[in-house]
């Protein structure tokens, strides 16, 4: 138990397709359209409009298992009681280049957990597992603006370095800037 009384988050890690059982990738799918459905800004590329369902995120929790590889991928967990709270990806750079860093995509806290310390702890994991297990200088992500997602990073030490104006549409009417974010490792 935390001071407030909620049960600190249980982190683990997965780098191979191997380690993510059957019922792990159901609760992945099932998190991240409950997470979809309540407003939140990872939408799968391949899937329709919200409201989703498990079924429609299903492929690209699979596409995100196949990606995992010690060197080149890594999907972090937090489970509270048994039960997954929230889930993050981290990947390095493909291009030479870029090797030293790597990217934080689809950070989620399942709507049942949020403002419970789950979001903050994994990304404090992140840190670690980029740093010390997989090399990494530094880390990138990309945020949309009018969720006041950027001060919720900056709390755990990202720092904003640009913004794309009006590049994501989330409705007609509705162009949100996208946020660059790093942290130096």
């Known amino acids: ?60 929790v699979e596409r995100i298992a196949q990606g995992l590889a ?10 509270v009681e048994g039960c997954l709270a929230g889930w993050l990806l981290v990947r390095r750079e493909a291009h030479p280049l870029e090797a030293h860093c ?3 995509n689809h950070v989620q806290t399942h709507v049942n957990f949020r ?12 840190h670690h597992v980029a740093r010390e297990e997989m090399g990494l200088e530094r880390l990138k992500l990309t945020v949309r603006a009018g969720l006041g997602l950027e001060d919720f990073y900056a709390k755990v030490g990202w720092i904003e370095v640009g913004r ?4 994501l549409r989330v409705a007609p009417d509705d162009d949100r800037d996208e946020i660059l974010m790093s942290l130096t490792l």
């Open 164 to 167: 794309w104006p009006g590049a």
């Open 1 to 60: 138990m935390t001071a407030s009384g909620v049960t600190a988050p249980t982190l683990a890690q997965f780098a191979q397709p191997s380690g993510l059982s059957t019922a792990l990738r159901h609760e992945l799918a099932a998190c991240w359209a409950a997470v979809v459905n309540s407003g939140g800004a990872v939408i799968p590329a391949d899937c329709p409009l919200p409201p989703l369902t498990s079924a429609e995120t299903a492929a690209a």
């Open 115 to 126: 403002g419970s310390g789950v979001g903050a702890a994994l990304m404090h994991h992140v």
């Open 70 to 79: 010690p060197e080149r991928g890594r999907l972090l967990t937090a489970t």
């Open 102 to 104: 790597g990217v934080v």
